[in-house]
């Protein structure tokens, strides 16, 4: 059994397709068909998305691992979502890791990442607050949730969102806000798509709604001053 690529990480192999010659890597490369097709997967990725974005660079692991602990640093967190608008493969990896191991079930519902949307979009507004919020879109589930967050008192918050799936407001639909450590609130929207969420603690946390073609999730959306 070849046993060589157990100790070379995807973030070594995405080193050496930018050019870091390291000889270990090299070494397994040589004696791993395994390894070589997965350098040559990532070196077709790397070029499809240099071809939409050239300034974009395929992300390591802890950078992924990072944004999705809400852990990372404004330069991951920048090189991620750059990442993640233009490729659907990094949302899919991205949505796993806010879910967990847990959701790789074979009977598991489909899991989409919603991201900023590459170009101009326009959105409903909070009710009581015309500058609206951040727009976070799913292609896939042709949906998309504004995200509003204030703060109501010391280290305290209010999230407010509103949901839309086909140009319309989705009415009566459960949203759940993961916490940071672990626990499930979930509110039900309002007939015009609203939600929201009080008295929240700094920390970092994400929505997950589940809709008929698949689970719609957001990145990490931190509140306060939490640990980066």
């Known amino acids: 059994m070849d046993n060589t690529n157990e100790a ?95 959701t790789k079930r074979r009977d598991a519902p489909s899991l989409f990442l919603a991201t900023l949307p590459v170009g101009g979009f326009t959105t409903k507004s909070d009710r009581d607050d015309p500058r609206g919020g951040t727009v976070l879109v799913s292609a896939e589930l042709a949906a998309h949730v504004v995200v509003r967050i204030h703060p109501t008192a010391a280290d305290s918050w209010r999230l407010r969102g509103y949901l839309e799936q086909h140009g319309e407001p989705l009415g009566f639909t459960a949203v759940v806000l993961r916490t940071p450590y672990g626990g499930r609130r979930t509110r039900t929207t309002d007939d015009g798509g609203f939600f929201t969420f009080e008295n929240l603690p700094v920390g970092s946390y994400h929505v997950r709604i589940a809709l008929d073609a698949g689970i719609l999730l957001t990145p990490p959306i931190v509140l306060g001053d939490a640990p980066h």
């Open 8 to 102: 070379i990480e995807e973030g070594e192999l995405q080193a050496y397709v930018k050019g870091e010659r390291s000889p270990h890597v090299g070494e397994a490369l040589a004696h791993s068909p395994a390894i070589q097709h997965q350098l040559a997967f990532l070196s077709r990725a790397n070029e499809r998305l240099h071809a939409l974005a050239p300034q974009t660079v395929i992300p390591s692991a802890q950078d992924m691992v990072d944004v999705a602990a809400g852990q990372a640093t404004a330069r991951q967190q920048l090189r991620v979502a750059a990442y993640l608008r233009m490729s659907a493969s990094g949302r899919a990896r991205m949505a796993y890791l806010l879910e967990g191991t847990d």
